[in-house]
């Protein structure tokens, strides 16, 4: 009986083709730069708007709390109807100059929208 050696040198360069694949996978991911973090609207809105005060939620609910102030909320009814800051009242923002005649000038008015 004869013994015949195999040639087993295309198995082994496939496995040795696909370690050195996934190595150069590894390091041009592990060298990519992060993506960059966005800005948030808030700041977009600050630079657009500066004019505009910013108003934080423990002032806001301060505020309202007092009575100093009316809260707004700008969205579309159906987003209001969903779920609004309990005391809010709407006028969705395509609408807002329309029905300034309903807000209380005196009064400190505070609009949100999300």
Same mark, same amino acid.
Request: hydrophobic share 45%; charged share 20%.
């Given at each position: ?13 496939? &496995?040795?083709?696909?370690?050195? &694949? &996934?190595?150069? %996978? ?17 700041? /977009? ?11 934080? /939620? ?10 100093? %102030? ?8 159906? %987003? ?10 709407? /006028?969705?923002?395509?609408? /807002? ?13 505070i609009t949100y929208c999300?």
């Amino acid at each position: 009986m004869s013994t015949r050696k195999k040639n087993n040198s295309i198995p082994v360069f496939i &496995l040795i083709s696909g370690g050195l &694949l &996934l190595i150069v %996978a590894a390091f041009m991911l592990a060298n990519q730069n992060p993506p960059a973090a966005p800005t948030p609207q808030a700041a /977009i809105e600050e630079a657009v708007y500066p004019e505009i005060q910013r108003v934080s /939620i423990d002032e806001a609910k301060a505020a309202l709390d007092s009575g100093s %102030a009316l809260i707004v909320d700008v969205r579309a009814a159906d %987003a209001y109807q969903d779920s609004h800051i309990a005391g809010a009242i709407n /006028i969705p923002s395509e609408e /807002i100059e329309a029905r300034l005649g309903e807000l209380d000038k005196a009064q400190w008015i505070i609009t949100y929208c999300t």
